[in-house]
């Protein structure tokens, strides 16, 4: 069992940036594939980056594209999303989630647990 809690959250002026973090509970943190996602409002949950469990792998969405980036510290059983030049329609609540296939995955249905969510507010 493996328990996500996010932070970093928060409002934001667009151009501006955040990080967020996802901490993680118990030992086999680093045997995961870490994902991140997000549901604007009236919006599914859609991908937006991904990392194996290594670090040596990521993936993002098109839209985020040189504009996140995401890592982890196994040691610190964290991972992490870095946005820069935040858009308004960047808006949404962010969850962290953890696969145990170890990859970076951009598949919802491939990831076993989820966090409770961070909202992210861009301000125009």
């Known amino acids: 069992q493996v328990q996500l809690v996010e932070s970093g959250g928060g409002l934001v002026q667009a151009g501006g940036s955040l990080r967020l973090s996802c901490a993680a509970s118990?030992?086999?943190?680093?045997?995961?594939?870490m994902g991140w996602f997000r549901q604007g409002p009236g919006k599914e949950r859609d991908f937006v980056a991904a990392?194996?469990?290594?670090?040596?792998?990521?993936s993002y969405a098109d839209s985020v594209k040189g504009r996140f980036t995401i890592s982890r510290d196994n040691a610190k059983n964290t991972v992490y999303l870095q946005m820069n030049s935040l858009k308004p329609e960047d808006t949404a609540v962010y969850y962290c989630?953890?696969?145990?296939?170890?990859?970076?995955?951009?598949?919802?249905?491939?990831?076993?647990?989820w966090g409770q969510g961070t909202q992210v507010t861009v301000s125009s």
């Open positions: 989630a953890a696969s145990r296939l170890a990859i970076a995955t951009i598949r919802t249905s491939l990831y076993d647990y």
């Open positions: 118990g030992r086999t943190f680093s045997s995961y594939g």
């Open positions: 990392i194996s469990w290594s670090g040596g792998s990521t």
